[in-house]
């Protein structure tokens, strides 16, 4: 049997498998745009198993399922997923009944174990560690706001977390210089700064305590929640640490006028951003969120077409 491909980070994919998704997904986006729900995966069987709470990505994962041809099963926790049988025995299980397997876990290991039993793909949805499905749909949401993605700068401003991990990541492979505004105590640990130096080398990676020293020459200014799931009984801490790196119009008035604004959402306004920046004229989140369905779309029919 062939050995299934995975997307547990965006380590897995080269960039030219990126840009073949971004191909596939800017076509299927127009289709639908124009009412044509091409349905290239009659039959197949999605499951997404989710230990932590999703809009965004758990419904643009099913709707993508639809327009495809194909169902999903949202399992949730249901299954008892760790908690009743070993993962090998519940991988091997559940995969033999999908076709693609979509996780959110606590622990990034534990979709790294779920991929290492299943016969079938599995798409990391989030973990602590990687949220490779968002920085997907973000860069593709660069690139069709600019027409490309070589050379633009993105400013990160907060903790260097998940998404931050996956759009360096995503960021090196397609040449978009990356500038983090992070308090040092929350920047990439030294283990994940290695690994990325490996994976992407030609990665420009740039890292300051000054929010308006990253915004300057930005294409992009990204932010997320101070406080991520999981990470809540830090909450008042955090709230200190970041108060002098939240986005609002004081520091977006330091960007250049073509810059915009994005975030992955679920926002806490008031927080990482002021109401008057995420609703602003500079403000694509909304895109970026609608563009969570197409580029899944792009990646599904990528992913399962590579499994036959
Ligand atoms: N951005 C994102 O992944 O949102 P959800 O947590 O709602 O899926
Ligand atoms: N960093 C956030 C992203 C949510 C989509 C979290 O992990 O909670």
Redesign the pocket.
């Known amino acids: 049997m062939k050995k299934p491909r995975h997307l547990l980070t965006l380590a897995d994919l080269t960039a030219a498998e990126i840009e073949r998704i971004f191909t596939i997904a800017e076509d299927l986006k127009s289709k639908w745009a124009k009412g044509i729900r091409e349905p290239l995966l009659p039959g197949r069987v999605m499951a997404l198993l989710f230990e ?7 419904v ?1 994962f099913e709707a993508c399922m639809v327009h495809l041809g194909g169902c999903s099963l949202f399992l949730g926790q249901e299954t008892g997923f760790g908690r009743r049988e070993t993962m090998a025995d519940f991988a091997r299980v559940l995969s033999q009944y999908v076709d693609v397997i979509v996780s ?1 876990t606590y622990r990034h290991q534990t979709v790294v174990e779920l991929a290492q039993y299943a016969q079938c793909p599995v798409i990391n ?2 973990s602590d560690l990687a ?1 490779p ?2 920085a997907l749909a973000d860069l593709f949401t660069i690139r069709e706001l600019f027409g490309r993605l070589a050379g633009l700068t993105l400013a990160w401003i907060g903790d260097g977390n998940n ?1 931050a991990r996956s759009l360096a990541q995503g960021c090196g492979k397609l040449g978009i210089r990356m500038v983090m505004a992070t308090p040092p105590p929350y920047r990439f640990e030294a283990g994940f700064l290695e690994q990325l130096r490996q994976d992407v080398p030609q990665l420009d990676l740039a890292v300051t305590e000054d929010p308006v020293e990253a915004v300057r020459e930005a294409a992009v200014v990204y932010t997320d929640v101070w406080t991520s ?1 999981g990470q809540e009984a830090e909450a008042d801490q955090r709230r200190q640490v970041f108060a002098p790196y939240q986005v609002n119009a004081a520091l977006m008035a330091h960007a250049q006028k073509g810059t915009v604004f994005m975030h ?3 926002a806490h306004r008031g927080e990482e951003v002021t109401d008057e920046v995420i609703d602003g004229p500079q403000s694509v989140v909304l895109q970026q ?1 609608a563009n ?1 369905m197409h580029l899944q779309k792009g990646l599904l029919a990528w992913l399962l077409a590579a499994q036959t």
């Open positions: 932590k709470p999703s809009l965004r990505t758990r643009s959110r949805g989030l949220h499905c968002q998404v799931m992955c959402m679920p969120a969570r």
